[in-house]
Structure formats: structure tokens, C-alpha cells
């Protein structure tokens, strides 16, 4: 069974950094592409970042462009999401996401994933 674990949330001060890990797990699982989402209450999910299985394309939300870089280890079969210089409005639940294929492209929606993570709460306080 797939499962992917998220960890590194928390709560963190206007200004500050947060490094958020995504681990994959399955008895023969290898994620492709692996982006990362999040959801502030009352809005819908919305793309943050994405990286292919190679590592080599990555795209990014343009609003989040600069503060925040995505990453992974396949040797770990782990994604990362740097978050610098953190804001209010960064506030969220963040959601991991893999696909089973490779795509060339980083995907951008949510329906091109094919397994997610539980999430995890990013509280950033002014």
C-alpha cells in the first residue's frame, strides 16, 4: 500500500522558514512527479510547487516564485518544500502528492496525482 507522510509543519513567526518533507512509502513504489498543494480554511486546494522524477523541471505557483523551493531524494523517495520568508497568507494545510507515471512536465493539477498525503498545518503568525 502507497502512502505518503508529510512532516515539518508548525507554527513560525512572519519573516521565518519552514522545510517540509514528504516521504513515500510501498513495497515497490517509486513516486514520479511530486508536487505539493496546500488549502487555507474556506478556500479550494491550490498548487504550489511540482518536480518531476528526475528533479531536472520543477515549476512553481508565480506568486510563491523566489520564496519557495521544491526538492526530492529518490534515494529516499522523499520531497522537500522550502518555505522562506514566510507570510500570514502562507497559512495552510500543505498536501503532498505523487504520480505513479513520469510525466516530462511537472504537473500542475491536482487530478494529475495519483496518491496524496494526510497534510500537514503551516501556522505562520504576524
Known amino acids: 500500500q502507497v502512502q505518503l507522510v508529510e512532516s515539518g509543519g508548525g507554527l513560525v513567526q512572519a519573516g521565518g522558514s519552514l522545510r517540509l518533507s514528504c516521504a513515500a512509502s510501498?513495497?515497490?513504489?517509486?513516486?514520479?512527479?511530486m508536487g505539493w498543494f496546500r488549502q487555507a480554511p474556506g478556500l479550494e486546494r491550490e498548487f504550489v510547487a511540482a518536480?518531476?522524477?528526475?528533479?531536472?523541471?520543477?515549476y512553481y505557483d508565480n506568486s510563491l516564485k523566489g520564496r519557495f523551493t521544491i526538492s526530492r531524494d529518490n534515494a529516499k523517495n522523499t520531497a522537500y518544500l522550502q518555505m522562506n520568508s514566510l507570510k500570514p497568507e502562507d497559512m495552510a494545510v500543505y498536501y503532498c502528492?505523487?504520480?505513479?507515471?513520469?510525466?516530462?512536465?511537472?504537473?500542475?493539477?491536482?487530478?494529475?496525482?495519483?496518491?496524496w498525503g494526510q497534510g500537514t498545518q503551516v501556522t505562520v503568525s504576524s
Open positions: 518536480i518531476t522524477w528526475s528533479g531536472g523541471n520543477t
Open positions: 510501498g513495497r515497490t513504489f517509486s513516486p514520479g512527479a
Open positions: 502528492a505523487a504520480t505513479v507515471g513520469r510525466p516530462i512536465s511537472p504537473p500542475v493539477n491536482s487530478q494529475q496525482y495519483d496518491y
